[in-house]
């Protein structure tokens, strides 16, 4: 079985620019959460969506959002890029244990 | 604020000693204690996980320990390997939301023949 596939695997973008990122969940997997992991830091909580609603967001600006699609996958989108948004972005899936499973992430970098 | 404080920073063992990596919580609603492994270049992997109604909990090489009253809890890896070589991180979640994961800061753990 397929694990969490995201896409792209870099990303380059400059200040002031929009990016969007993907997420493909495991199959079956209907809940989706986004993290953000800083160099040297541990995955800090930014979305979950369980059947396309928003159930939990962490402590980030509006200038992120996101959205999960009838089949699951699920976007993540950041306007206005800053240079702090550089980070290792990361989508996992749940089971119906609540386990999560993280895909390989999506290496963002804001010159 | 940091609500789940992790140490060491970084471990350096030699091959087939203990590695133990500690954590704290503050919230004591917290419900849900995984830690997970991550490689250079991947997502962090589940490796095992602890409620807090049980003290400890143990698979393979892997334990985790838990002190509700202390507000901590550890990892244990026996017999380490040089495969075991990665960072470490514990986490918790808050109740009814385990999809919430509050990570540690880490710990690079560092295995040598």
């Known amino acids: 079985d397929a694990g969490v596939t995201q896409s792209p695997t870099h990303l380059i973008k400059t200040r002031g620019q929009q990016v969007t990122l993907r997420c493909s969940p495991i199959?079956?997997?209907?809940?989706v959460s986004w993290y953000q992991q800083v160099l040297g830091q541990g995955p800090q909580f930014i979305f979950q969506?369980?059947?396309?609603?928003?159930?939990g967001r962490g402590n980030f600006p509006d200038r992120f959002s996101a959205r999960q699609f009838p089949n699951y996958s699920s976007e993540l989108n950041v306007n206005a890029l800053l240079l702090g948004d550089s980070a290792l972005y990361l989508c996992?899936?749940?089971?119906?244990?609540?386990?999560?499973?993280f895909g390989p992430g999506t290496r963002l970098t804001v010159l | 604020q940091q609500q789940v404080k992790q140490s060491p920073q970084s471990l350096i063992v030699q091959k087939g000693g203990i590695s133990i990596i500690n954590c704290a919580y503050e919230?004591?609603?917290?419900?849900?204690f995984p830690w997970y492994q991550q490689f250079p270049g991947k997502g962090p992997a589940l490796l095992i996980a602890?409620?807090?109604?049980?003290s400890e909990k143990k698979e393979g090489r892997f334990t985790i320990s838990f002190n509700k009253s202390a507000k901590q809890f550890s990892l244990h890896i026996m017999d380490s390997q040089p495969g075991d070589s990665a960072t470490y991180f514990c986490?918790?979640?808050?109740?009814?939301?385990?999809?919430?994961?509050?990570f540690g800061t880490g710990t690079r753990l560092q295995v040598f023949p």
């Open positions: 996992a899936s749940s089971d119906p244990t609540d386990t999560q499973y």
């Open positions: 199959s079956g997997h209907k809940s």
């Open positions: 969506y369980y059947e396309k609603e928003e159930r």
């Open positions: 919230n004591t609603a917290f419900d849900y």
């Open positions: 602890i409620r807090p109604d049980v």
């Open positions: 986490a918790a979640t808050p109740p009814y939301n385990t999809d919430k994961l509050i």
